[in-house]
């Protein structure tokens, strides 16, 4: 029995160095626009030799990869970084590129280098002598990809993540085995010109692209609150007029003072450049926007009346109303990053590419160029006096200016990432609720007191709500989706098996997470006991898990927890909110995995 022993645990410990144990490689990753993988060039690699890995792009039709960092605007070309993660075992040299072919850029005005279709890009790499000389080695290589990729309409800068490989170091490895050959080319062909157009031209290209951000779409939200502000506007004197205006472009030019100022930091402290509309791929800022919009729509329903948003939907005098002007014009600018079509983007990534001072002054001619024809509008009383007079108009106009906002503010909700999604919809909700308490459970001609009592309530109420709503929500058990097949298997393994039965719109369901599963010590026993952990969703209707809830397990409805244990015939059910500490007590009882 012993020497049967010996033979088990000899032959487990040749694998294990071997390195037949290793885990196969997950070198693919998909976006709509490309599919990237890695291929080895030997499957084993001798130590003291060289060897290559090959990085195969599949691009979508029409879209391409710039390829020289000299002619792509911004610098924004393909780059590859391998990275061991042993660097003094594996050494790279630089990539090698294939051919690159010309492109007219109907934005730029030119033809410029670009990587399209089928292509693959090549890693010569250097395998030297392993730690423990003569020991077989896995090392494991992470190869990232960045830069631009762009059609003719569109422009991204995807997050493909790392590809996943690794090099095996074998003694006796023959290296016969070559899947391909390394190319010639060292480096891709490049036009060996940077873009040709001179300063005043790029200039004005910038202000061209200014103009541009009035008409687009992302910017339409706010444009009724410029109408009401400069119908009010013209009930003023003509020095008034011109100082709403000013105060509306310098809130413009704010805004792109703070993208100037943000281009600078990156640049001198990161070495990098910052993206037009990056904010917006960022969920906290989308959730900030869409609350600020839910905000701006109470102040057009006059449920929340002080004299800044008195200002921003219409009402106050010239004076109390030039820092909401100056807010209304941040906002525009602000609302306008998303869209980033052709002369704007353009102008922008020139920008990026210049010395910081030149960066700096294009910029700001961005922010001139949206800026001009509101100071153009306030700036010709004849303009003005033409616009509709005051009257149940604009408070109807006003009113209807709140639903848009709220249309937007609900589109803005649904790019925020799934999980969180639920949460910043309630606290919508609980937001409104606390600015009607601030505006509307006191007047000014309250007292003092009550008004520090019921605004206090209403901070307390939103700090509290935001903590509990917008929090991101831990990732404490890792959640298999619902199967009967898995089930059924693990339940055959003598596995202990916790279904979580849940749906969307269930609020009950959203207190037993927080109650149960999002306990520490709840799960880590999970985890310990080896459990497997199924998350069964019976949102809608014909999931598999809402039929399996009815005709399987016979319960009514949600939230329902059952617990498979080993050696027991019947489950243990929960059907309420508050059985951790149960779940708890049964989990420690089960042996470790």
């Not at 031209?201 to 951000?213: D, E, M, Q, R």
């Not at 105060?247 to 805004?255: E, R, S």
Request: contains cysteine.
């Amino acid at each position: 029995m012993r020497e049967k022993a010996a033979v088990i645990l000899c032959l487990i410990s040749f694998f294990a160095i071997s390195g037949f144990a290793a885990p196969p490689d997950s070198g693919v990753t998909k976006t709509d626009v490309a599919t990237i993988s890695v291929e080895k060039q030997h499957d084993t690699v001798a130590p003291d030799s060289n060897s290559a890995l090959a990085v195969h792009f599949e691009m979508k039709k029409d879209w391409h990869f710039y390829a020289s960092a000299e002619t792509a605007p911004g610098g924004m070309s393909l780059k590859i970084k391998p990275s061991a993660e042993t660097k003094d075992v594996i050494t790279f040299s630089q990539p090698l590129f294939p051919p690159s072919h010309s492109y007219f850029d109907k934005t730029l005005n030119e033809k410029i280098e670009v990587f399209s279709d089928k292509f693959t890009v090549f890693l010569p790499l250097r395998v030297g002598e392993p730690r423990i000389a003569g020991a077989y080695t896995n090392i494991s290589i992470k190869i990232g990809v960045e830069g631009a990729v762009c059609s003719d309409v569109q422009c991204r800068v995807p997050d493909f993540g790392e590809l996943d490989t690794n090099i095996k170091i074998a003694p006796d490895a023959t290296m016969g085995d070559a899947k391909f050959v390394l190319p010639e080319i060292t480096k891709p062909r490049t036009t060996g010109q940077q873009a040709s157009y001179s300063v005043w031209f790029a200039l004005g290209l910038a202000f061209l692209a200014g103009l541009s951000l009035n008409i687009m779409p992302c910017v339409w939200p706010v444009l009724p609150l410029v109408v009401l502000r400069i119908v009010e506007q013209a009930k003023t004197r003509t020095s008034a007029k011109l100082t709403m205006g000013l105060a509306f472009c310098i809130g413009i030019l704010l805004f792109f003072a703070c993208l100037a100022a943000a281009n600078i930091i990156l640049r001198i402290s990161f070495d990098t450049t910052l993206q037009w509309g990056d904010q917006f791929r960022n969920p906290i800022f989308i959730k900030v926007m869409a609350l600020v919009l839910v905000v701006l729509a109470l102040f057009m329903f006059d449920v929340f009346t002080i004299a800044l948003p008195g200002s921003l939907s219409g009402g106050g005098t010239a004076g109390s109303g030039f820092a909401g002007t100056v807010g209304m014009g941040f906002l525009a600018a602000l609302l306008s990053t998303p869209c980033s079509f052709g002369i704007l983007a353009a102008a922008f990534a020139w920008a990026q590419a210049q010395p910081l001072l030149l960066a700096t002054v294009a910029i700001m001619v961005i922010g001139i160029g949206m800026a001009v024809p509101y100071l153009i509008l306030t700036s010709i009383p004849g303009l003005l006096e033409s616009l509709p007079k005051p009257g149940k108009w604009m408070d109807i106009f006003k009113k209807a200016v709140g639903f848009i906002l709220l249309a937007v503010a609900v589109w803005m909700i649904t790019v925020v990432p799934q999980e969180r999604r639920t949460g910043v919809l309630f606290y919508s909700v609980v937001l409104a609720f606390c600015v009607w308490m601030w505006g509307g459970w006191v007047s000014f001609d309250s007292k003092t007191s009550s008004k520090i009592i019921v605004r206090t309530i209403a901070v307390l109420l939103a700090v509290g709500a935001g903590y509990w709503l917008l929090s991101p929500p831990p990732k404490m058990i890792d959640w298999e989706k619902y199967d009967a097949d898995l089930v059924e298997k693990s339940l055959a393994d003598n596995k202990p098996v916790l279904i979580k039965f849940t749906a969307d719109w269930c609020l009950s369901c959203k207190a037993v997470e927080k109650l149960v599963y999002e306990r520490k010590n709840v799960a880590e026993l999970i985890k310990q006991k080896g459990v497997v952990a199924i998350k069964a969703d019976t949102t809608a209707k014909d999931y598999p898990a809402t039929k399996a809830l009815k005709d399987v397990y016979n319960e009514p409805g949600v939230p329902v927890t059952i617990l498979f244990l080993p050696g027991q015939k019947e489950p243990v059910r929960w059907r309420g909110k508050a059985f951790g500490d149960e779940l708890k007590a049964l989990l420690e009882k089960l042996p470790s995995k």
